[in-house]
């Protein structure tokens, strides 16, 4: 098992963790794009190694769409 890919049960564990805002924000994105859905995704995930809480995360979200 390659263990620098997170496992399904680490990705659910993340997501869940998540403000309900930023997981249908999530969602949302996934309906209409999945590949867009699966890269940030990805960038969250690669997040998590920057040791950053689940709070700083939302405002970091915040900021990216608050820039579009």
Not at 2 to 13: C, G
Not at 32 to 43: E, F, H, M, P, S
């Amino acid at each position: 098992m390659n263990t620098a890919r997170p496992s399904f049960y680490e990705f659910k564990a993340n997501y869940d963790s998540q403000p309900e805002q930023w997981r249908k924000r999530l969602m949302a994105i996934y309906r209409t794009d999945q590949d867009v859905a699966i890269a940030a995704w990805t960038l969250i995930m690669s997040m998590d190694d920057l040791m950053l809480e689940v709070e700083e995360t939302a405002i970091f979200l915040e900021q990216i769409y608050s820039k579009k």
